[in-house]
């Protein structure tokens, strides 16, 4: 997580902190390895942090709680949570940008903890993100939003316990620099949601049962191929490794998702990609968010030009091409004036 201190002169009241800009980052769910739970544990979830999308936030000191922008509404609750939590003072908020919502981006949680981690700085409240987190009921399965927020790269976390109190977001395990020469081509169906809220925890609740050797296999993968493929910059190691944890937890929610992927055009072009050799394909959480792994910037850049000549007649996806992310959330301090003219 960077934060850049911006025209602020430490000791000079005029300098004061009157507004402060958080850029959190999208990220991709990769999927739950455990959700057999006989271990004691459950769900352990793989991800990787996103360049873009982003959600971008600017708050500011005001006379009163305030929120304008996309998604302005979920802003506004989660700043009445961080002002009921940790006494928060009266902030303005502008959601300049916001990641697509139910997308399998994450939206929610980085929008919370862009808002909860925001508000505590520009009231001069050293709140960690993990408390923010946990505060505002984020982090309740997966540590992915936050590990993404937190720093980036490539996470696993370690998944919750099976009983006992709701404690912190599952620890996290492990953070690995996603390769710089590495892509990631998104697929973004518009026409289409994931599942979420209320939906989202009663599929949770009637998946059929989870083998044993299933949560084996797909842990092992996890250590024995994607992790260290990763460290070894070999896209397609990676590649080969999460496609198949993506075909056995996309068959295992085939049930509440329509089939393997949420969304019949996305999984169109993700059989095109694969059938082009890069292994590497998937849907992001619930969806409808699709993505391919690319060992490099020309070889992904190709593919989404050939993608967006083939689907020209389906104005509802949209590809893009991005870097990983390894720092997590941007936070800019600096006076009103000089950050309000910051893009």
Same mark, same amino acid.
């Given at each position: 997580?960077?934060? #850049?201190?911006?025209?602020? /002169? +430490?000791g000079?009241?005029?300098?004061?902190? &009157?507004?402060?800009?958080?850029?959190?980052?999208?990220?991709?769910?990769?999927?739950?390895l455990?959700?057999?739970?006989?271990?004691?544990?459950r769900?352990g979830?793989?991800?990787?942090?996103?360049?873009?999308?982003? #959600?971008?936030?600017?708050?500011?000191?005001?006379?009163?709680?305030?929120?304008?922008?996309? +998604?302005?509404?979920?802003?506004?609750?989660?700043l009445?949570?961080?002002?009921?939590?940790?006494?928060?003072?009266?902030?303005?908020?502008?959601?300049?940008?916001?990641?697509?919502?139910?997308?399998?981006?994450?939206?929610?949680? /980085?929008?919370?903890?862009?808002?909860?981690?925001?508000?505590?700085?520009?009231s001069?409240?050293?709140?960690?993100?993990?408390?923010?987190?946990h505060?505002?009921?984020?982090?309740?399965?997966?540590?992915?939003?936050?590990?993404?927020? /937190?720093?980036?790269?490539?996470?696993?976390?370690?998944?919750k316990?099976?009983?006992?109190?709701?404690? /912190?977001?599952?620890?996290?395990?492990?953070? !690995?620099?996603?390769?710089?020469?590495?892509?990631?081509?998104?697929?973004? +169906?518009?026409? &289409?949601?994931?599942?979420?809220?209320?939906d989202?925890?009663?599929?949770?609740?009637?998946?059929?049962?989870?083998?044993?050797?299933?949560?084996?296999?797909?842990?092992r993968?996890?250590?024995?191929?994607?992790?260290?493929?990763?460290?070894?910059?070999?896209?397609?190691?990676?590649?080969?490794?999460?496609?198949?944890?993506?075909? &056995?937890?996309?068959?295992?929610?085939?049930?509440?998702?329509?089939?393997?992927?949420?969304?019949?055009d996305?999984?169109?072009?993700l059989?095109? !990609?694969?059938?082009?050799g890069?292994?590497?394909?998937?849907?992001?959480?619930?969806?409808?968010?699709?993505?391919?792994?690319?060992?490099?910037?020309?070889?992904?850049?190709?593919?989404?030009?050939?993608?967006?000549r083939?689907?020209?007649?389906?104005?509802n996806?949209?590809?893009?091409?991005?870097?990983?992310?390894?720092?997590?959330?941007?936070?800019?301090?600096?006076?009103?004036?000089?950050?309000?003219? #910051?893009?």
């Amino acid at each position: 997580m960077r934060v #850049t201190p911006q025209n602020r /002169q +430490d000791g000079d009241p005029s300098r004061a902190l &009157r507004a402060v800009r958080v850029i959190a980052p999208g990220r991709l769910h990769i999927g739950f390895l455990d959700l057999n739970g006989s271990l004691g544990r459950r769900f352990g979830s793989l991800g990787l942090t996103l360049e873009r999308p982003v #959600t971008r936030v600017l708050m500011e000191n005001a006379a009163a709680l305030a929120a304008s922008g996309p +998604d302005a509404a979920r802003a506004e609750k989660a700043l009445k949570c961080a002002a009921a939590e940790f006494g928060v003072e009266n902030v303005r908020i502008t959601v300049e940008a916001a990641l697509p919502a139910h997308s399998g981006l994450g939206s929610g949680t /980085q929008l919370a903890l862009a808002v909860g981690v925001g508000a505590c700085a520009l009231s001069g409240k050293a709140i960690d993100a993990r408390d923010v987190a946990h505060a505002l009921s984020r982090g309740a399965r997966s540590s992915i939003g936050l590990g993404a927020f /937190q720093g980036g790269g490539l996470l696993l976390d370690g998944g919750k316990p099976v009983s006992g109190p709701r404690r /912190q977001p599952p620890p996290l395990l492990s953070r !690995i620099p996603i390769p710089e020469a590495w892509r990631i081509l998104l697929i973004f +169906d518009g026409g &289409r949601v994931g599942l979420s809220g209320g939906d989202e925890i009663q599929a949770m609740e009637e998946l059929p049962p989870f083998p044993e050797a299933l949560a084996d296999h797909l842990c092992r993968l996890t250590l024995m191929a994607a992790l260290p493929s990763a460290a070894e910059g070999d896209a397609i190691g990676f590649g080969r490794a999460v496609g198949e944890i993506q075909r &056995r937890l996309g068959d295992h929610f085939a049930r509440f998702q329509g089939g393997r992927f949420t969304s019949p055009d996305v999984a169109e072009a993700l059989r095109i !990609i694969e059938a082009d050799g890069v292994p590497g394909v998937g849907q992001s959480s619930w969806g409808p968010t699709g993505f391919a792994v690319y060992g490099d910037a020309a070889a992904a850049d190709a593919a989404a030009e050939d993608l967006r000549r083939r689907f020209s007649d389906r104005p509802n996806l949209v590809f893009d091409v991005v870097r990983g992310n390894n720092h997590g959330a941007t936070i800019d301090l600096a006076p009103a004036p000089a950050l309000g003219a #910051t893009v």
